[in-house]
């Protein structure tokens, strides 16, 4: 099995449905029964070891069980880090060794947007292939969703225009709500005439219960009466 089927996609699926369902003719004239009350969690655990039967590719050494990860810096805005670890144990008598397997995806502290973030008076524009948040003629606010905030000391707002803004520009970071835990507070002075893009930074307030919240970026413009034609481009989380 593991032969047949160790270059196939979707092999994984495709054998956890069999051992699932049950099946006949693919080996044989001799059924196999359905396994319909076996989690499939260990069915999966079960198709792996099998898997790894024909697995012939040299093994890298392990890493320690604990350490630190240093991503590579040359990754551009937007990617994304994935963490894969693995454990196989040493078996028994007649037993073969077991290996289980998780991954777990890190965003990066640089995110654009993507068009569908909840807003109110925020708009979304494409510019050169990029989503801009468009700036409201008031006061508004756009959310970034599932953000874990732990030893972020600083957030980076990166604004664009193609005429400078008359006004300085108000910014607040609020936990959870539009009216929630205020974090931190910034704003973009006046820029000079000839300058396209300013970056407005807010030193936050530590989040330091390890779980995953909702931020919301207020905007509040000094003079209501001037309007204000530019849009955001980028947001960064800062750890210093």
Known sequence: ?????????????????????????????????????????????????????ADKKPKKASLPASG?????????????????????DKGGNNIKSLTGSSSFSLRNNTLGFSGKEKVKGFTSMKFNGMNMMVFPQGEGWFAVDSIDLSNIQSINIVAGWQQAPMTELLFEARLDAPDGKLLGKGSIANPMKDQKTGTVTLPIEAVTDGKF????????????NTPVQAGLSMIQFNGK
């Open 1 to 53: 099995v593991s032969q047949k089927y160790q270059t196939e996609r979707g092999a994984m699926n495709y054998l956890t449905e069999k051992i699932i369902k049950g099946g006949a003719g693919v080996w044989g004239e001799v059924a196999m029964p359905a396994h319909s009350a076996v989690p499939v969690s260990d069915v999966k655990q079960i198709v792996t070891w099998i898997m790894s039967l």
């Open 68 to 88: 630190t990860i240093v991503p590579p810096s040359d990754k551009k805005p937007g990617s994304a880090l994935v963490l894969t670890a693995s454990y196989t």
């Open 213 to 224: 919240h909702n931020l919301y970026i207020l905007y509040k413009p000094k003079d209501a």
